[in-house]
């Protein structure tokens, strides 16, 4: 006698799940693996020379300004105890830099992926949640408070934060024209219209919100002066400040700094000499690092990047090769299974 808790757990007798649906099975036989290999091998190979080239036409350029070598000339500017020290680098195009230039600084040695420093942050304050603006969450420490009151924004990372700044001019017989530098939309899109918020404006200012906190340690001014001549690019929407929070995943790494899409140089930067100036804040050879700011131009496939092309070419004639080897091992065995059958 079937008993009636198994019955009821047994599935429909139906065809989908009985398992007694039609299916298809591919048979790998040669005549089907060494053209996949080789039709595999030739496209990739393909898709390799055509970002190889593609990579190849993209211009860049990059200086060093860390200012360790005593020729450098930010040498000057990692003496200590020097304050709003200014150094200038000094380059040369000799022809066009096509446009839309994308202007990068870059940091060595830096170690942003580090557990400890990631976690480094309260969520909950950055979303403009002005309950943790009084009382941060733990996870800051010590960078949560200090005898003046609680930190806002608190945590390694916003403590961190990189502030070099850099004004780019174009030198035309004898005279600087500056070169418009757009800090607009740098920042990832998720990060500015999803994860993070600034706090609602007590009596209509936002400075209001921070009072009874403190800014960062090492921050010149609190969030909410970040940018004195845009109100809208100031707490924890400001552009930089969201820029540096989204972390790199190397020691060495480059985060958007500008973009030059503007004026005279919306087509590019022409031939000719520049002067970068430099507002040198920020240390970096306490930990071994080295500072660096980057030009470069953009195509379909993105910025420069050598390896993705290198890497398709490899796999693409490793499936070559594969399907040649293949083949001489066919030709060479392919009766075997038949003699040994009959």
Known sequence: MKNEGETAERPDNTAFTQQRLPAWQPILSAGIVIPGFLIIGL???????????????????????????????????????????TCE???????????????????????????????????????GDLKYFKSPQDTCYPYNSDTNGPIVPCGAIANSMFNDTFELYQIINGTKKQVPLDGK????????????????????????????????????????????????????????????????????????YRRITEGDYAGGLPAG????????NYPVLSFDGRK??????????????????????????LCVVMSVVMLIVYAKFKYSDDDDSA
């Open 43 to 85: 496209a990739f190979i393909g898709i390799g020379v055509g970002l190889f080239l593609t990579s190849q036409t993209i211009q860049t350029l990059e200086g060093d300004y860390t200012g360790f070598e005593k020729d450098s000339p930010c040498f000057s500017c990692t003496i200590p105890y020097i304050q709003n020290c």
């Open 89 to 127: 680098l000094k380059f040369s195009l000799s022809s066009l830099f096509v446009g839309p230039v994308f202007f990068y600084y870059g940091l060595t040695n830096f170690y942003q992926n580090f557990r400890k420093y990631g976690v480094s942050k309260d969520d909950n304050q950055l979303t």
């Open 185 to 256: 939309g740098i920042s990832w899109w998720t990060d500015y219209n999803i994860k993070y918020r600034n706090p609602v404006p007590v009596n209509g200012s936002i400075a209001n919100a921070f009072d009874g906190t403190v800014k960062p340690i090492n921050w010149p001014k609190p969030a909410y002066e970040l940018d004195l001549k845009d109100s809208n690019n100031n707490g924890f929407m400001n552009q930089d400040f969201l820029v540096w929070m989204r972390r790199a995943a190397l020691p060495q790494f480059r985060k958007l």
């Open 273 to 280: 000499e520049y002067a970068l100036t430099i507002h040198y």
């Open 292 to 317: 660096r700011v980057f030009f470069s131009n953009v195509s379909w496939m993105g910025g420069k990047n050598d390896f993705l092309g290198i890497a398709y070419l490899v796999v693409g004639s």
